[in-house]
């Protein structure tokens, strides 16, 4: 995936879990529901840390801890700025 198909995939993923994460609150037995969530969270991550190891962090948990690294990522193209995604 490009950078643009991989920012949409971890939008329409995001959307997912929070979709089904609200539903949960209402209906906490719906197993089927829960495997959907562990499902889309999982592929949410993924997403996340491709993104971070290509174009660099989205999130503060995917962003390296080294100090060499530490503020690199604020010279990449923000996602809402024309290049960022």
């Known amino acids: 995936m490009n950078r643009r198909q991989l920012m949409n995939h971890i939008n329409q993923v995001s959307f997912a879990v929070d979709d089904v994460k609200l539903y949960l609150d209402t209906h906490p037995c719906d197993?089927?529901?829960?495997?959907y969530f562990?499902?889309?969270s999982r592929q949410r991550n993924e997403a996340l840390k491709e993104y971070a190891a290509a174009y660099g962090p989205?999130?503060?948990d995917t962003a390296k801890d080294s100090c060499t690294e530490r503020w690199n990522w604020i010279n990449e193209?923000?996602?809402w700025q024309e290049g960022g995604c």
């Open 31 to 35: 197993t089927e529901a829960l495997e």
């Open 38 to 40: 562990h499902k889309m």
């Open 58 to 60: 989205l999130t503060i």
């Open 77 to 79: 193209p923000w996602p």
